[in-house]
């Protein structure tokens, strides 16, 4: 053994210290924000009837999935009522949405230039391994000191812990693309942001939509670890029952959470998927942009080249 010790933890908190010290400002004026977009959403989800928020739930599940899986939609969040933890996952609900919007518009931004650049590429996926194999309870403790308790800080550690897969899968989904397709939009003349957004999304949507669901299901994975830092909802009441050891209030609470899970997980799949309703009206439109970049391509590039005359034979 040596005496020798590379104080890293000491740095880092060297660090957080300066940041805190230096931006709290900032802090508090991105700690204003989020929490006054979950208040509105939770706002908007736990003020109606609890039969109205289920009664749009089923809409949903039906335009989504059909009618059966409408029926299960409105039989899960009827349990939810009768074990009396509906004000608890509305709360989860929001901070779940809240905590998935900031990511999905972060990762998939990100997963564009990881996409169309080499050299993002190459930075941004080491950032992404390390934080995916760092502890999720890590991300607690700067956002805790940041942000203070409550459920910003639970918003702040959901976001960075669930931001990986949608970047990962959007660049995936976009580099999957088939180039010849791309090349005959380059031929048409089409610039690269027209290809993007004519050509690459509309193709790549199906990964992109897989990324955007791993979002949403790691976002309320974190729901228990942040109800730790006093996010509320059912992470709060899972953390209550493990220190009570209150097996009655945890299964309630885990169930409930598993039937949000269930729900998102189907209702976002959906959205990659040609065959239900959402699918087929994402299809549409994307197949409504190609054929309005083919009609307004020039006509010049869309003419064919003129056949070259035969030599007259002698």
């Known amino acids: 053994m040596t005496d020798f010790r590379l104080d890293l933890g000491t740095w880092v908190a060297g660090f957080i210290s300066f940041v805190t010290d230096t931006f709290g400002g900032v802090f508090d004026?991105?700690?204003?924000?989020?929490?006054?977009?979950?208040?509105?959403?939770?706002?908007?989800?736990?003020?109606?009837?609890?039969?109205?928020?289920?009664?749009?739930?089923?809409?949903?599940?039906?335009?989504?999935?059909?009618?059966?899986?409408?029926?299960?939609?409105?039989?899960g969040l009827f349990v939810i009522v009768s074990v009396d933890q509906w004000e608890n996952a509305m709360d989860t609900l929001a901070l779940v949405l809240v905590a998935s919007v900031l990511a999905i518009v972060v990762s998939i931004p990100l997963g564009i230039w990881a996409a169309t650049s080499s050299i993002a590429s190459r930075i941004i996926r080491p950032i992404l391994d390390f934080m995916q194999t760092m502890p999720a309870f890590v991300y607690l403790i700067p956002a805790l000191i940041l942000f203070r308790v409550g459920v910003v800080p639970g918003i702040v550690a959901t976001v960075i812990f669930a931001l990986a897969p949608g970047v990962r899968l959007t660049e995936l989904g976009i580099r999957g693309v088939d180039k010849e397709i791309v090349e005959a939009g380059q031929a048409f003349g089409a610039s690269r942001w027209r290809i993007l957004r004519q050509i690459q999304l509309p193709l790549a949507r199906p990964t992109i939509m897989a990324g955007v669901n791993q979002v949403i299901m790691l976002s309320l994975s974190m729901v228990v670890i942040a109800g730790m830092v006093g996010a509320g909802?059912?992470?709060?009441?899972?953390?209550?029952?493990?220190?009570?050891?209150?097996?009655?209030?945890?299964?309630?609470?885990?169930?409930?959470?598993?039937?949000?899970?269930?729900?998102?997980?189907?209702?976002?799949a959906a959205l990659g998927d040609g065959d239900t309703v959402f699918g087929r009206m994402l299809g549409a439109r994307a197949a409504r942009r190609r054929a309005s970049a083919a009609s307004s391509a020039p006509e010049s590039a869309a003419e064919p080249a003129p056949e070259r005359a035969e030599p007259a034979l002698v």
């Open 29 to 75: 004026v991105i700690r204003a924000i989020f929490l006054a977009a979950y208040d509105v959403v939770d706002l908007l989800l736990a003020s109606p009837p609890f039969w109205i928020v289920i009664v749009i739930a089923a809409v949903l599940g039906y335009l989504a999935r059909g009618w059966k899986f409408a029926l299960g939609t409105a039989v």
């Open 233 to 268: 909802g059912l992470g709060a009441q899972v953390v209550l029952s493990l220190n009570r050891i209150d097996v009655a209030l945890g299964f309630e609470a885990g169930l409930s959470v598993v039937i949000l899970a269930i729900f998102l997980d189907r209702l976002t």
